[in-house]
C-alpha cells in the first residue's frame, strides 16, 4: 500500500522558510514522480513543484522560481520542499503525490496517490 505522509508545516512570518517533508512507505520515491502541490481556501489546486523519477529533472511553479527547491532523500525514502522568502499568498495546505514518470510532465500521466496534506501559514 503506497502511503505519503506530510510534515513540516506551521506559522511563518513573512521573509521566513520551511522545509516540507514528504515521507513515503510502502514504495520507493526513486522509482516515482514525485510532486507538490497546494490548495488555499476559495482556489483551485496547484501544482508548486515536482521531481522527476527518471533522470532527477526538478520543475516549478512560476510563482515559485527562485524560492523553492525540490530534492529527494533515497535513504530517509522522502523528498523534501525547501521554501524561503515565504509570502502571504503562500498560505495553503501543502500536499505530496506520487505518479508514474511522466506525471511531472504529462497531464496523461496523473498522480496517483496523495498525503493527507499540512498547513502552511504565512502571516505576521
Known amino acids: 500500500q503506497l502511503q505519503l505522509v506530510e510534515s513540516g508545516g506551521g506559522l511563518v512570518q513573512p521573509g521566513g522558510s520551511l522545509r516540507l517533508s514528504c515521507a513515503a512507505s510502502g514504495f520507493t520515491v526513486d522509482d516515482y514522480d514525485i510532486g507538490w502541490f497546494r490548495q488555499a481556501p476559495g482556489k483551485e489546486r496547484e501544482e508548486v513543484s515536482c521531481i522527476s523519477s527518471s533522470d532527477d529533472d526538478t520543475y516549478y511553479a512560476d510563482s515559485g522560481k527562485d524560492r523553492l527547491t525540490i530534492s529527494r532523500d533515497s535513504a530517509k525514502n522522502t523528498v523534501f520542499l525547501q521554501m524561503n522568502s515565504l509570502k502571504p499568498e503562500d498560505t495553503a495546505v501543502y500536499y505530496c503525490?506520487?505518479?508514474?514518470?511522466?506525471?511531472?510532465?504529462?497531464?496523461?500521466?496523473?498522480?496517483?496517490?496523495w498525503g493527507q496534506g499540512t498547513q502552511v501559514t504565512v502571516s505576521s
Open positions: 503525490a506520487a505518479g508514474s514518470t511522466g506525471s511531472c510532465i504529462y497531464t496523461s500521466v496523473p498522480f496517483h496517490s
